[in-house]
């Protein structure tokens, strides 16, 4: 039961463009969505959150934006540029009822090319 | 603020020898997960602690996976008798666990090969 997905394995965009990896969840108690970065032989490090009471959260080249209707959130990075190439999670806790551990997608490898 | 710390980075080890990894969390931080990530997929939950209490332990986290964090600072993480499935890189997150400051930092995390 995969309660957070990433449909899209690899996105490829060129330096200075939006670069825009999508997220959808199924389980309606998560509450608090995270994104986070990850370099090959490192640990995820965090990149922005965004609470179920919100639409949107922005954070320098960073926003993040929720849709509870249709269970879906998106991060956007613009310009985009080719540090930010790595694998991108997405993740979602029930903060209520489960101790806020995380529920991560399968990640999305993010090319941004020069 | 010196971040999670993990250690060791890398283990190989013989199928069937026992291994244990240690987290180091951030300091004022109450809560310490351990996930376990494989090739091609995102990290999947293990188990957590509130202080020195294991909260909550993931079916994935068989008999032979036991972890504990006496103190309620540092944690460890031991796999009895290692299979080639336990093959994965460890990762061990923190947070404070107050209300507004749920998120996790995570530490570089302990890649694990059985040959």
């Known amino acids: 039961d995969q309660q957070v997905k990433q449909n899209s394995p690899s996105l490829s965009v060129q330096e200075g463009r939006i670069s825009i990896l999508n997220c959808d969840y199924t389980n309606s108690m998560f509450d608090y969505f995270l994104w986070y970065k990850k370099y090959p032989a490192e640990g995820p490090t965090f990149l922005i959150s965004i609470s179920s009471i919100k639409d949107k959260n922005e954070d320098g080249r960073f926003t993040v934006f929720l849709n509870k209707s249709a269970k879906h959130l998106s991060l956007h990075i613009v310009p985009s540029q080719p540090g930010d190439s790595a694998v991108y999670f997405c993740a979602a806790s029930a903060r209520e009822t489960s101790g806020s551990r995380l529920t991560f997608g399968e990640g999305t490898q993010l090319t941004v090319n020069p | 603020d010196t971040g999670v710390s993990q250690d060791p980075r890398h283990k190989i080890t013989k199928r069937g020898q026992n291994v244990t990894f240690r987290c180091d969390p951030i300091s004022e931080h109450n809560r310490l997960y351990w996930y376990r990530q494989t090739l091609g997929q995102g990290p999947e939950f293990l188990t957590y602690f509130q202080n020195e209490a294991q909260l909550e332990k993931s079916r994935l986290l068989s008999d032979r996976f036991s972890a504990e964090r006496p103190k309620g600072s540092f944690s460890t993480l031991e796999i009895q008798r290692t299979e080639q499935g336990d093959s994965a890189m460890y990762l061990c997150?923190?947070?404070?666990?107050?209300?507004?400051?749920?998120?996790?930092?995570f530490g570089p995390g302990t890649r694990l090969l059985v040959l």
């Open positions: 997150a923190s947070t404070t666990g107050k209300r507004g400051q749920e998120t996790q930092y």
